[in-house]
């Protein structure tokens, strides 16, 4: 008793430290839960309205303006390397400041998939749906937090997003639920991917290697789980630029190189 008594706040220390693990691993499985939920909920929308998409590409907002992460800039986050969109400003009232994103944090990933450059968050934002719930990894200081926002639809005084859709000569579809390839990527651990529906004849894909029945995993080392996914990561390419493709052709992998080529239509 008099040992307790003496070494009181030691004993006070260490239950504090292990009621923090215990609450620090609950609030972890819940954000877990929660984001692999969001994954789930990517592979089981609706077939996506292709025309629409076109037409809807580049409408949704977030009120962020973003740029390249420096080296100091991932210094001073603490981050391992230079990757993800700083956040330079947010426009007062958006939904970007609504979700407690402030200038100086840096996004680090969109709906589940790695962001390296300030490019690849504006082209998953502009193939984003507006008023669909999106989630976003930020690094805040020393901490990173997942944000859940609904992007509203871009304000008219702005100028218009600009969209390119380089010639890869693919016809392509979400994989279908319950299809043989549904079946291989759920073997191979993945979360969806994108079906080669059609190749043309001569074309940037199939001059690449890309046939009719592969599935499409990646493009350019960020993993491809959806039609969405994939356009809007396409749109972001140029004429001339190599992509790499990592695709499910049976019952193995491969990589593949293509070089994309101007639009034809």
């Given at each position: 008793?008099?040992f ?36 789930k ?42 990757e ?35 490019t ?87 001059k ?57 239509i």
């Amino acid at each position: 008793m008099y040992f307790i008594k003496k070494n009181w706040l030691i004993f006070v220390t260490i239950i504090s430290l292990i009621l923090n693990v215990i609450a620090g691993f609950c609030l972890y499985q819940n954000s877990k839960t929660t984001i692999d939920d969001h994954e789930k909920n990517l592979t089981e929308q609706i077939p996506l309205d292709y025309e629409n998409f076109k037409t809807q590409w580049g409408k949704a907002w977030l009120g962020l303006k973003v740029s390249d992460v420096t080296p100091e800039m991932a210094a001073r986050a603490m981050l391992d390397r230079p990757e993800g969109a700083y956040v330079n400003s947010v426009a007062n009232g958006s939904p970007a400041q609504k979700a407690d994103i402030e200038p100086g944090n840096i996004i680090l990933s969109f709906n589940g998939r790695k962001i390296r450059t300030a490019t690849q968050f504006q082209n998953d934002l502009s193939g984003s749906e507006v008023g669909g719930e999106i989630y976003m990894c930020v690094s805040k200081a020393d901490y990173r937090v997942t944000v859940y926002v609904l992007p509203e639809e871009r304000p008219s005084y702005l100028p218009a997003v600009v969209k390119t859709y380089p010639f890869l000569g693919v016809t392509v579809s979400d994989v279908a639920d319950g299809s043989n390839e549904a079946e291989k990527i759920e073997e191979a651990g993945k979360a969806g991917g994108v079906f080669v529906e059609k190749v043309i004849s001569n074309s940037p894909a199939e001059k690449g290697g890309l046939l009719e029945g592969d599935v499409i995993m990646s493009f350019n080392s960020r993993k491809t789980r959806t039609l969405r996914e994939f356009l809007s990561d396409l749109a972001g390419f140029q004429p001339g630029e190599i992509v790499r493709m990592c695709i499910i052709r049976g019952d193995y992998r491969k990589t593949i190189d293509v070089t994309l080529a101007h639009n034809i239509i």
